[in-house]
């Protein structure tokens, strides 16, 4: 699965919003960006899923909730991470460079001991150190429900490629609105952001 999120040409951008671990068991759903029939034709040929189900939003997106069978693999890359007091605050941002980012919180000594005993063939980089106010959920936490609706439309639409592939009426029409209201919703949500994390 995970060459699948990181790899494959039909999958633009996806993110783990929820899972449970139990070590018997796994489930974890994601959402994408992409073309959701040739994500499920190729999911069908993964012996390790055991389950799944999709729920196709809008023209490109989809979440999929995914039932995968537990290896020692699985078990050695989550156990780490899902042991004593931490949270992972979601999402998992999955990289087309094959590398996945995500904010860990919990207890100093746990966070390193997680960061020890992480498999070897997992090269860890620690990217910033902060409080529960530096984790995405925190961040985006200070949008209001619109200013988040109008920024995810926006990153899946492409208003953020550089060069830009939709405009402010692109928006507009993703979420029922007047473009002169997606723009103020963007630039709102644009500021509070930026000052969030630069104020830090």
């Not at 087309?96 to 992480?118: H, K, M, R, W, Y």
């Not at 985006?140 to 490629?161: F, H, S, W």
Request: charged share 25%.
């Amino acid at each position: 699965m995970y060459d699948l999120w990181t790899s494959a040409e039909f999958v633009e951008r996806s993110d783990a919003l929820q899972w449970n671990f139990t070590g018997d068991a796994f489930g974890i759903l994601h959402y994408a960006v992409g073309d959701a029939d040739a994500f499920e034709a190729a999911i069908e040929t993964i012996p390790e899923v055991l389950d799944y189900e999709l729920l196709r939003t809008g023209e490109d997106g989809f979440y999929v909730y995914v039932r995968d069978a537990t290896t020692d693999a699985l078990g050695e890359l989550f156990g780490p991470i899902t042991e004593g007091g931490l949270i992972v605050v979601p999402p998992i941002r999955y990289h087309e460079d094959g590398t996945v980012t995500f904010s860990l919180f919990g207890p100093d000594a746990e966070i390193q001991a997680a960061v020890e005993n992480a498999p070897e063939a997992v090269e860890v980089t620690i990217e910033e150190v902060g409080g529960l106010d530096a984790t995405t959920a925190a961040v985006e936490a200070q949008l209001t429900e619109r200013q988040r609706e109008a920024v995810a439309a926006a990153v899946d639409l492409g208003y953020y490629e550089v060069p830009r592939e939709a405009s402010h009426e692109d928006v507009a029409d993703a979420i029922d609105c007047a473009p002169s209201t997606a723009a103020e919703h963007l630039r709102k949500a644009e500021s509070t952001l930026i000052s969030t994390v630069f104020s830090q």
